[in-house]
């Protein structure tokens, strides 16, 4: 599967985004979703999962309650709605899918696919 990440920008502290993961090449329903960030000089860390249908979630303690992870299969697509963003919050985001419909989880090396990062700055 191909993952096209999309809808980073710079905003302000407080403000909301909307990133965006398209999907192509494989049946989308089969694959368990994840949203990871790097900040430089930081390694990459887990910010949220889905499972296959969507039916169920799975957060980073840094983002929970500010962040939403959503999927709409019909659109091969996954989401992640931030709000009140932190400077803090700065970092490339990466989408990535794990084949199966039994992972969604924190571990990056389950994953298999990742798409090619989105930058979203926070300033203060």
């Known amino acids: 599967v191909q993952l096209q990440a999309s809808g980073g920008g710079l905003v302000q502290a407080g403000d909301s985004l909307r990133l965006s993961c398209a999907a192509s090449g494989r049946t989308f329903s089969n694959y368990g979703m994840a949203w990871f960030r790097q900040a430089p000089g930081k390694e990459r860390e887990f910010v949220a999962a889905v499972n296959w249908s969507g039916s169920s979630t799975y957060y980073a303690d840094s983002v929970k309650g500010r962040f939403t992870i959503s999927r709409d299969n019909a659109k091969n697509t996954v989401y992640l709605q931030m709000n009140s963003l932190k400077p803090d919050d700065t970092a490339v985001y990466y989408c990535?899918?794990?084949?199966?419909?039994?992972?969604?989880?924190?571990?990056?090396?389950?994953?298999?696919?990742w798409g090619q990062g989105t930058q979203v700055t926070v300033s203060s």
């Open positions: 990535a899918a794990n084949e199966g419909r039994t992972y969604y989880g924190p571990t990056p090396r389950r994953y298999e696919y």
